[in-house]
């Protein structure tokens, strides 16, 4: 498949591009939707997606730079040639919850709420924006005799240098899309997540499948004995175990749906 859906003369729009901002206006929706339950406007969903969009794009570039940064040193001016690839998803996170938090205290918005409501948006955003990958064949694994399991038009795809490769991008996707109808259905049952507990589901959810299928990649960014995203990931397992524990022992935290407020 030919990763450039449309050439308008010397400009490309990707299917990379198309995949990411359909995720995105997927998110923005979802989250303006369930902004109204917690008493946020939709404004400020929309007001911080156009914040944090950008700067999460500019974040996710420059935390590939830094670990890759032999391939940039000799050559810095493709530091900014975003457009041949090279960007790292935990950088976009770890940019846009740094935005969440002051674009929430600006506001006077109650920050777990407006990660409780943003989150599983991302999940799905995150599920859309992996078949970026799939169209540029990139974030995939080792190489296999056959990928008979699979629908021809993702076997084909997967045909890369001479073998079929284990499509990784395929699990992350459908492991986010699978995380996002859990915490969909969790949050509705009144009285059984507490305020935050939805954003820790999405780090140990998320951390974990990461864990797993990263190990599975080969070209993955490496530092000491695991891979970078293997490291974060581990930290957001026990970052989200560890809020879990410390926040269930509140009493006066509420639940994030009560009985009688739907």
């Given at each position: 498949?030919n990763?450039?859906?449309?050439?308008?003369?010397p400009i490309?729009?990707r299917?990379?591009a198309?995949c990411i901002?359909?995720?995105l206006?997927l998110a923005?929706?979802?989250a303006?939707?369930?902004a109204?339950?917690?008493?946020?406007?939709?404004?400020?969903?929309?007001?911080?997606?156009?914040?944090a969009?950008?700067?999460s794009?500019?974040g996710?570039?420059?935390?590939?730079?830094?670990?890759?940064?032999s391939?940039?040193?000799?050559?810095?001016?493709?530091?900014?040639?975003?457009w041949?690839?090279?960007?790292?998803i935990?950088?976009?996170?770890?940019?846009?919850?740094?935005?969440?938090?002051?674009?929430?205290?600006h506001?006077?918005?109650?920050t777990?709420?407006?990660?409780?409501?943003?989150v599983?948006?991302?999940?799905?955003?995150?599920?859309?924006?992996?078949?970026?990958?799939?169209?540029?064949?990139e974030?995939?694994g080792?190489?296999?005799?056959s990928?008979?399991?699979?629908?021809?038009?993702?076997?084909?795809?997967?045909y890369?240098?001479?073998?079929?490769?284990?499509?990784?991008?395929?699990y992350?996707?459908?492991?986010?899309?699978?995380g996002f109808?859990?915490?969909?259905?969790?949050r509705?049952?009144?009285n059984?997540?507490?305020?935050?507990?939805?954003?820790?589901?999405y780090?140990?959810?998320y951390?974990?499948?990461?864990?797993?299928?990263e190990?599975?990649?080969?070209?993955?960014?490496?530092?000491?004995?695991?891979r970078?995203?293997q490291?974060?990931?581990?930290?957001?397992?026990?970052?989200?175990?560890?809020?879990?524990a410390?926040?269930?022992?509140?009493?006066s935290?509420?639940?994030?749906?009560?009985?009688?407020?739907?």
């Amino acid at each position: 498949m030919n990763p450039i859906a449309i050439q308008l003369g010397p400009i490309a729009i990707r299917w990379y591009a198309i995949c990411i901002v359909s995720g995105l206006i997927l998110a923005v929706y979802l989250a303006s939707k369930e902004a109204p339950r917690k008493k946020i406007l939709s404004d400020d969903i929309l007001d911080f997606i156009l914040i944090a969009f950008p700067l999460s794009i500019i974040g996710a570039r420059i935390y590939y730079v830094i670990f890759s940064w032999s391939d940039y040193k000799d050559n810095l001016g493709e530091i900014f040639a975003i457009w041949h690839g090279g960007i790292a998803i935990y950088g976009g996170l770890i940019t846009g919850l740094i935005c969440l938090v002051l674009f929430t205290r600006h506001r006077f918005i109650d920050t777990w709420d407006f990660l409780d409501i943003t989150v599983p948006p991302v999940m799905i955003a995150q599920a859309i924006g992996r078949w970026g990958n799939f169209f540029n064949q990139e974030a995939y694994g080792k190489a296999v005799k056959s990928l008979d399991y699979l629908p021809a038009f993702i076997r084909d795809q997967m045909y890369i240098e001479s073998s079929y490769r284990v499509p990784t991008f395929l699990y992350e996707s459908l492991w986010n899309f699978l995380g996002f109808i859990l915490i969909i259905i969790l949050r509705r049952k009144p009285n059984l997540l507490k305020q935050g507990e939805i954003t820790f589901f999405y780090l140990i959810w998320y951390g974990l499948g990461r864990f797993v299928i990263e190990g599975m990649r080969t070209d993955s960014l490496m530092l000491g004995g695991l891979r970078v995203s293997q490291w974060l990931s581990a930290a957001m397992i026990v970052l989200g175990l560890g809020l879990l524990a410390y926040r269930r022992r509140d009493k006066s935290i509420p639940y994030y749906t009560r009985k009688g407020v739907l």
